[in-house]
């Protein structure tokens, strides 16, 4: 039963590439096509139910909601693809280094990581776009500074495993140096974790995404996100309670999506766990 | 199947889920009714600290008008000056002396009697050099103030100020006590019908009914304030019987719903709230009249009303409030006009995509709402608007004081303040020497008809000079259990008197 498992995705996987496939394909559709401009307002025919125009009603201002809701698609994964690049650009070659190194950078490193994970993600996000100011652009530093710790943790865990390991003993007598063993022969062998990684940090840098706009400081108007669409919605809900549910599982619906991803991935993937289901993840990655 | 994420984090994505379909699952509660002689009113803002001599903020005269402090005259619902702690006066030929007869029955919440020492400090308190109080402009003509016995009061001018007897029924012109006026920020001491209670931060402000009062007995025996800052929570509050009335009520679109709900009475009356496209006239090329009038010719006040307001709200063409007497109606200065705008533009030598603004948006949705649909109208006549959405405190800070900004909307909500328009370093900017002195001229005339005419020669300028784009006169949106009475339809002053108030069976 584990030895199928591991080979495919299964079906939670399948079902969470579909749903993200999907999602995807609709954010790049958006770029060229959307049934009207996301952002023209017609406000005559405001609040307007779904019909043949508008196949899933207009907003307070006459914005065609499924117009929206692609556009959303698009700016949600615009946002959080480049925080979790961020996050992942400098958080794996940290995590490289200190594994690499160990000794005091090793400390220095993880120590620094510690602090970062004692503030709270969100909030330590909230404080950022309200010192930098409210947009899409400081949305991203501030989701992305906040994946650099886990990337970097997971990245040096990882890592750590694989230094034990007889290839990598044989390269160091071969005379390698540390940073090509940890290019040609560490990172290829973590791929498959820091893929899964990637893919639940997506999740949450969607979700933070939406967190930040739906309190006004993600992006900002004209530009469309489904978080501000969930707060425009809220004095509409006894009205049109249609448009907070809309893009409420639109938000849901790519979560989940990326979450089931992230776990079928997983499970084909991830090194630590072998073909004969034994953990075999050293101690400390075991928790949670 | 459980991944090596560290549980903090799971959990704030947890979080972070509920926070996203929280909005699914604010539905009402049980409706229950209060006890029929106490009242919760709900407010959108909290006030600063409740001394209305010490400050701007409309909300705490909303709280303390009226029901804790008094004037010397007092502004009915009708928006007339009526005698309140003065019973009657006498005004001398000149205009230059005013006598005021103090009633003899006044006591402060504390005990202590109102006297015409009382009168004496409040106005000198007003007056001072080091005076705090956010009106000073309304004293202004004040030569000399002296009590000729306990309950004579004389005042003396320094010319003839037509307004002046509207001006002491402001709420910064109210009545304090000499022993209570340091303490009045936290612990406000008045002669009003009811006193102070108690102010629990960030939520509510209680007041009773006070027994010595000097006046027929209030029919409530205690009032609180609520404060609820969000539309959604309001309307939730309203329907499930939380809150009682509402005399702004912040989400129009909720309007609807109540009104089709026998249990509430949803009465629109008008309030002195011009809202206003404020141009700073110091940031090129805003200073070009063309360019200002172009942005009035890209607005379309009536979507904005029915787009932004539900339909609640009138045009306006200038700065004056339509139910006014005096008011002209200038809307026809500057129809919605995109072809014009763009002409307009292109004379001032502005290329279509060339003129980028920025544009500060304070939190109430009369303002972020409207915000939204000018950046649109402006984009269509090729002018570019970046929305930035800012706090009260970052408003008052960046734009209001810093005049750090192109373009601003926010509601002038204080009556009759066309003189803002003659102020020297206001935030928008204006400077225009006619105009300061029609001001002037104003200043000096009592004669409501000659007034009146000047009144309208000032609004005019006003939209000759297409100086801001002016776009809607607020509603006044009052929501309140149909069992209710005596509550004000419209809002001549920032006040909600609770005198008249009562519960019928």
Request: glycine letters at 10%.
């Amino acid at each position: 039963m584990a030895e199928r498992r591991v080979r495919t995705l299964g079906t939670a996987g399948r079902v969470g590439a579909a749903t993200t496939g999907a999602v995807v394909v609709v954010a790049l559709v958006s770029l060229v096509w959307t049934p009207h401009d996301p952002a023209a307002m017609d406000v005559a025919n405001k609040l307007a139910g779904p019909s043949l125009a508008h196949p899933l009603g207009t907003d307070h201002f006459g914005r065609d909601t499924l117009s929206q809701l692609m556009a959303g698609a698009r700016v949600s994964i615009a946002v959080s693809l480049v925080a979790v690049g961020l996050g992942a650009g400098l958080g794996v070659p940290l995590g490289l280094l200190a594994a690499a190194r160990r000794g005091w950078l090793d400390e220095a490193v993880m120590r620094l990581n510690d602090l970062a994970f004692a503030f709270p993600a969100l909030l330590t996000a909230v404080l950022i776009t309200a010192l930098l100011g409210p947009g899409a652009i400081n949305a991203i530093l501030a989701i992305g500074l906040f994946n650099v710790p886990v990337f970097a943790r997971v990245t040096r865990g990882a890592a750590l495993a694989v230094w034990k390991r007889p290839f990598v003993l044989a390269a160091r007598l071969a005379g390698r140096g540390r940073a090509r063993i940890s290019l040609d022969h560490v990172l290829p062998n973590i791929a498959g974790t820091l893929i899964v990684q990637a893919t639940i940090q997506f999740a949450l840098a969607i979700l933070a995404e939406a967190g930040l706009s739906y309190l006004g400081l993600g992006s900002q108007p004209p530009e469309v996100s489904w978080g501000r669409m969930l707060n425009e919605a809220q004095t509409f809900l006894f009205l049109e309670p249609r448009l907070a549910i809309l893009p409420g599982l639109a938000i849901v619906v790519t979560v989940l999506g990326l979450n089931l991803l992230g776990d079928g991935l997983r499970d084909r993937l991830d090194p630590r766990l072998d073909p004969q289901g034994v953990d075999r993840r050293p101690a400390g990655a075991r928790r949670g | 199947m459980v991944l090596p994420l560290p549980r903090a984090r799971r959990r704030a994505a947890t979080a972070l889920a509920a926070l996203a379909v929280a909005a699914l699952t604010a539905l009402p509660g049980p409706a229950t009714a209060g006890p029929p002689d106490t009242l919760v009113m709900g407010m959108v803002l909290e006030p600063p600290h409740l001394d209305p001599t010490a400050g701007a903020a409309a909300a705490i005269d909303e709280v303390v008008y009226a029901n804790v402090f008094e004037g010397l005259t007092r502004i009915g619902p009708d928006g007339s000056v009526q005698p309140a702690l003065a019973e009657r006066w006498e005004i001398s030929d000149d205009g230059l002396t005013y006598t005021f007869h103090l009633r003899r029955d006044v006591t402060f919440h504390d005990g202590t009697a109102f006297t015409a020492d009382d009168a004496v400090f409040s106005l000198q308190r007003a007056l001072a050099d080091d005076s705090v109080n956010a009106q000073k402009g309304l004293f202004a003509a004040i030569d000399s103030v002296a009590a000729l016995d306990g309950y004579t009061l004389v005042v003396g001018l320094s010319r003839p100020e037509g307004r002046l007897l509207y001006n002491l029924g402001w709420g910064d012109a109210v009545m304090v006590g000499l022993e209570s006026a340091d303490t009045n920020k936290t612990r406000p001491i008045g002669t009003g019908p009811f006193r102070f209670v108690r102010w629990v931060q960030g939520d509510r402000v209680e007041l009773e009914a006070f027994p010595d009062f000097w006046g027929p007995a209030p029919a409530l025996s205690a009032a609180t304030f609520r404060f609820i800052p969000d539309p959604a929570a309001a309307l939730a509050a309203m329907l499930a019987g939380d809150v009682d009335a509402y005399a702004n009520f912040p989400a129009p679109e909720g309007l609807a719903i109540l009104e089709e709900d026998a249990r509430f009475a949803v009465v629109v009356g008008t309030t002195e709230g011009e809202t206003i496209l404020a141009l700073n006239h110091r940031r090129p090329p805003l200073d070009d009249p063309r360019v200002r009038r172009a942005i009035g010719h890209a607005i379309d006040r009536n979507t904005l009303i029915d787009g932004a307001m539900f339909g609640y709200g009138t045009p306006i063409g200038s700065h004056f409030a339509p139910h006014h007497p005096a008011y002209v109606d200038l809307t026809d200065r500057s129809p919605h006009d995109p072809e014009r705008a763009r002409a307009l533009l292109a004379e001032a030598g502005i290329a279509p995509g060339d003129l980028r603004l920025t544009l500060h948006l304070p939190p109430p949705s009369y303002a972020r709402r409207s915000g939204e649909l000018i950046a649109a109208q402006l984009g269509a006549v090729g002018v570019a608007v970046e929305i930035i959405p800012v706090e009260w405190a970052q408003w008052l800070d960046q734009a209001f004081r810093g005049h750090d900004f192109d373009m601003t909307i926010v509601a002038h909500t204080e009556p009759l303040d066309i003189d803002i328009y003659a102020r020297d370093d206001y935030y928008f900017g204006y400077d225009n020497p006619a105009f300061d002195a029609l001001m002037a001229t104003l200043q000096s005339t009592r004669d409501t008809a000659a007034r009146a005419d000047l009144y309208r020669q000032a609004q005019t300028i006003l939209a000759e000079d297409a100086v801001n784009g002016f776009l809607f006169q607020l509603a006044k949106l009052g929501v309140w259990d149909a069992r209710l009475s005596g509550l004000w339809r419209d809002s001549p002053v920032q006040a909600n008197d609770l005198t008249g108030v009562s519960w019928q069976p």
